[in-house]
């Protein structure tokens, strides 16, 4: 499996398939960067990612994830942990020291086993109606 940067078009269906969402265009924000991973043609992992202040981390520069996905075909594989590390590098480049996102309560764990900690209260995800809430990982050393 190869690592690419990826146009949001290309993660679309992926996305639609494993996050259920009915309009993934409405979530890929100008400005930000998206990474895949393929196996041939097949798109079987994404996430997206953008330079974003962490509001658990005040004054830390911070990079946002979200939207992040693997094909059901190849969780449990080291896709996601695979595709968190190069978000890290590329939040490393820039000279952040945080990377976070809004996760879902039942993608938690997976977080947590990523070297994440969870900050702040659950809450309700407008755009998809799940309860969610902040991992936080420290990018220092
Ligand atoms: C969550 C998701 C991205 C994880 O990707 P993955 O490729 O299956 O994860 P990995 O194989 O890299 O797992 C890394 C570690 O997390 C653990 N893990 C994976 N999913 C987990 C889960 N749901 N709960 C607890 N631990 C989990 C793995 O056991 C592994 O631990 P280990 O290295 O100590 O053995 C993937 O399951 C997915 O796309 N789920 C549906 C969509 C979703 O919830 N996306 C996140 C939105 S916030």
Same mark, same amino acid.
């Given at each position: 499996?190869?690592?690419?940067?990826?146009?949001?078009?290309?993660?679309?269906?992926?996305?639609?398939?494993?996050? *259920?969402?009915?309009?993934?265009?409405? +979530?890929?924000?100008? &400005?930000?960067?998206? !990474? %895949?991973? /393929?196996?041939?043609? @097949?798109?079987?992992?994404?996430?997206?990612?953008?330079?974003?202040?962490?509001?658990?981390?005040?004054?830390?520069?911070?990079?946002?994830?979200?939207?992040? *996905?693997?094909?059901?075909?190849?969780? +449990?594989?080291?896709? &996601?942990?695979?595709? !968190? %590390?190069? /978000?890290?590098?590329? @939040?490393?480049?820039?000279?952040?020291?945080?990377?976070?996102?809004?996760?879902?309560?039942?993608?938690?764990?997976?977080?947590?086993?990523?070297?994440?900690?969870?900050?702040?209260?659950?809450?309700?995800?407008?755009?998809? &109606?799940?309860?969610?809430?902040?991992? /936080?990982?420290?990018?220092?050393?």
């Amino acid at each position: 499996m190869d690592l690419v940067e990826a146009a949001p078009e290309q993660t679309h269906r992926l996305r639609s398939e494993v996050l *259920a969402w009915a309009s993934p265009a409405i +979530r890929i924000d100008d &400005g930000a960067e998206h !990474l %895949a991973l /393929v196996d041939g043609a @097949a798109v079987i992992g994404a996430v997206s990612h953008v330079t974003w202040p962490c509001p658990d981390e005040p004054g830390v520069p911070a990079r946002y994830f979200w939207a992040m *996905a693997v094909d059901c075909a190849y969780q +449990r594989r080291g896709c &996601g942990r695979r595709l !968190l %590390a190069a /978000v890290a590098d590329r @939040a490393r480049t820039q000279g952040e020291r945080v990377m976070w996102a809004d996760a879902r309560e039942s993608a938690v764990g997976f977080y947590l086993a990523c070297g994440a900690r969870v900050a702040g209260d659950p809450y309700v995800d407008e755009g998809t &109606g799940l309860s969610v809430r902040h991992v /936080v990982f420290r990018l220092d050393g």
